[in-house]
């Protein structure tokens, strides 16, 4: 008798772990190897500017892609003598973005400007890879890592990676410095984390881009109240050109820094 409850004691056991091994092993070993398989960071395509004007706000836009979802971005900023990070939120959740495009024609050109009279800038072959900064209906602002930028036809390419738009605002607490810099970080949901170099920013006063423009005269001052921001106005793109700096992408893994980081609110839009 003892013998047969303890067979009946087994084979309950048994019955009960059988569930576990014809479901939940399977989905852990599933769920282990995509989490082995998965190292691939995110992508960061942000064509950096290098400039902007004293006492102003600061846009900073990037496309950021992953072949899975993005847990998290944020950008630190050192500035005065401090380091800080806050979130780089999406702007446009509902709305994906081309971030990578590789081009499908052999007779694909990058021009100048969003349109084919402009000075061409570069021939590219079929299956070059290019990041993207900016989308419109016939042409994307394309750039790489040898610091070609430039607008290419969507008609000359495929999207070979979609994501999102990401951005922030810097107050004018922190462009009131003749410098800063910055670094945009992504991390995904496996862990994966990108990021870029830091980038050195220059905030110039108005007799500075005079001088910078050959001009003798003062600027006139926009009102931060109400206007046209000024980073839609033409002469300060026309300005800003020669000296805007090239492109920087996911460069390396996460890295151990000394500074210490506190959470700043900053303005988002």
Known sequence: MKHWQCFETI?????????????????????SATLELDTTVPVIAHEVINVGRRGESFNIIAYIGDNNRIRRSTIKIKYGGKAVEGD???????????????????????????????????????????????????????????????????SNVTVSLSGYQYGATLPE????????FYQIRAL???????????????????????????????????????GTPFYKKLWFWLTMATTAGGAYYYITKEQQEKEANVTISVQWY
């Open 11 to 31: 084979t309950f056991c048994l019955l009960l772990c059988l569930p576990f091994y014809l479901f939940a092993a399977p989905l852990m070993e599933m769920t």
């Open 188 to 226: 995904d949901e496996f862990g994966n984390l990108a990021e870029t170099k830091f980038v050195e920013v220059r905030f110039l006063t108005d007799d500075e881009i005079a001088e910078l423009r050959g001009e003798k005269v003062r600027l006139k001052t926009f009102s931060r109240q109400g």
């Open 88 to 154: 780089f939120p999406g702007m446009e959740k509902e709305k994906t973005v081309p971030v990578v495009v590789t081009v499908n024609s052999d007779s694909a050109r990058v021009y100048s400007e969003a349109n084919t009279q402009s000075p061409i800038l570069s021939s590219v072959a079929a299956g070059t890879r290019l990041f993207v900064s900016r989308t419109g209906d016939r042409f994307y602002r394309v750039l790489n890592k040898e610091g070609l930028r430039g607008y290419i036809s969507t």
């Open 173 to 180: 607490k922190i462009t009131e410095y003749p410098y800063i």
